[in-house]
């Protein structure tokens, strides 16, 4: 990688998504009208990257890629926005990570159906290595399982932060749950991975388990909890007009590491990405909406926020 200036990498899904938006689900064996459709990059950690990158903070993506058109896209929406992809190896002969997404206008949620691909797994080289090594943040989403836990070993030798969005509830997360400094799941995975039946609870269960620094667990339109050790505190989501979901947690996951870039605190880290959220979610595609650090701050300035 070129130069030290990266200050966040991260590890994890990467996706093509095909975003069909649709007046309403149709019935089963019925044909419907899409009212658009058009690719988009998605993912956990690739969005992540992007949010964090168009927030103002220098970013890389580790990773593979195929060389087919899912794969060429995928590089090319990474460079589009500024993300470092000196990183990523690309392969030939593989099939690349794939979604469609059903976005339905008169409920703003969506459906997602998506075919993984056979990309080999991760394997870090040298410069890879050196990449987590200089970088402030890690960001891992539980995919690439292998390459993430030697990753995030790497960054626990080396003072590099550990930031896991706890989406998915995979085999094994156990691995890298013990290796995590910040720690955000989202309420499904904290219930589910705990048993409990509160997310207050949960976050505290979590803390005992595996004793990040902070557990943030999100509830989506209802905001969510930070908790270090001590207290719960509740932080807000905020109202808006939504025209696209999809790919909001992962928005808040990178907005979150590029305010810890910043020297926010955490609880300001919330509001931050809590906001850069619900912004993203007034406009179509889960990258192209994210807004930049100003917008942010103005949105929360309008609604008497000022962060420290």
């Known amino acids: 990688?070129?130069?030290?200036?990266?200050?966040?990498?991260?590890?994890?899904?990467?996706?093509?998504?095909?975003?069909?938006?649709?007046?309403?689900?149709?019935?089963?064996?019925?044909?419907?009208?899409?009212?658009?459709?058009?690719?988009?990059?998605?993912?956990?950690?690739?969005?992540?990257?992007?949010?964090?990158?168009?927030?103002?903070?220098?970013?890389?993506?580790?990773?593979?890629?195929?060389?087919?058109?899912?794969?060429?896209?995928?590089?090319?929406?990474?460079?589009?926005?500024?993300?470092?992809?000196?990183?990523?190896?690309?392969?030939?002969?593989?099939?690349?990570?794939?979604?469609?997404?059903?976005?339905?206008?008169?409920?703003?949620?969506?459906?997602?159906?998506?075919?993984?691909?056979?990309?080999?797994?991760?394997?870090?080289?040298?410069?890879?290595?050196?990449?987590?090594?200089?970088?402030?943040?890690?960001?891992?989403?539980?995919?690439?399982?292998?390459?993430?836990?030697?990753?995030?070993?790497?960054?626990?030798?080396?003072?590099?932060?550990?930031?896991?969005?706890?989406?998915?509830?995979?085999?094994?997360?156990?691995?890298?749950?013990?290796l995590t400094d910040v720690m955000i799941p989202s309420e499904e995975f904290a219930l589910g991975h705990t048993g409990c039946e509160t997310i207050e609870d949960a976050a505290a269960r979590l803390y005992e388990l595996y004793r990040p620094e902070i557990v943030v667990i999100t509830c989506g339109k209802d905001g969510g909890i930070i908790y270090d050790g001590v207290e719960v505190v509740k932080y807000p989501a905020f109202l808006v007009e939504a025209v696209d979901t999809n790919g909001s947690g992962d928005v808040f996951h990178g907005a979150f590491a590029a305010a810890m870039v910043k020297g926010y605190s955490y609880m300001d880290c919330c509001l931050f990405a809590s906001a850069t959220s619900a912004i993203k979610c007034t406009g179509m595609g889960a990258r192209q909406s994210v807004p930049d650090e100003r917008t942010v701050l103005e949105f929360l300035k309008d609604r008497g926020i000022k962060l420290s």
């Not at 998504?17 to 058009?38: F, G, M, Q, R």
């Not at 060389?67 to 993300?83: A, H, I, P, R, S």
């Not at 040298?126 to 995919?143: F, H, P, R, T, W």
């Open 1 to 178: 990688m070129t130069g030290k200036k990266v200050k966040i990498v991260g590890i994890g899904a990467c996706v093509m998504d095909t975003l069909v938006t649709v007046p309403n689900y149709p019935k089963e064996d019925t044909k419907l009208k899409a009212i658009s459709s058009k690719p988009s990059g998605g993912g956990p950690t690739g969005t992540g990257l992007v949010a964090a990158q168009k927030l103002g903070e220098q970013t890389a993506y580790i990773g593979v890629l195929s060389d087919d058109n899912g794969g060429v896209f995928l590089q090319n929406d990474f460079e589009k926005y500024g993300v470092n992809t000196d990183c990523v190896d690309v392969l030939s002969g593989y099939r690349s990570f794939t979604s469609i997404i059903w976005l339905a206008q008169d409920t703003a949620t969506r459906t997602i159906v998506f075919d993984k691909g056979n990309l080999p797994s991760l394997q870090l080289n040298e410069s890879q290595k050196q990449a987590i090594v200089d970088s402030q943040i890690l960001m891992i989403d539980g995919n690439e399982i292998d390459a993430a836990e030697e990753a995030c070993k790497i960054a626990r030798e080396n003072n590099t932060k550990v930031l896991y969005d706890c989406g998915g509830l995979y085999e094994g997360v156990e691995r890298l749950l013990k």
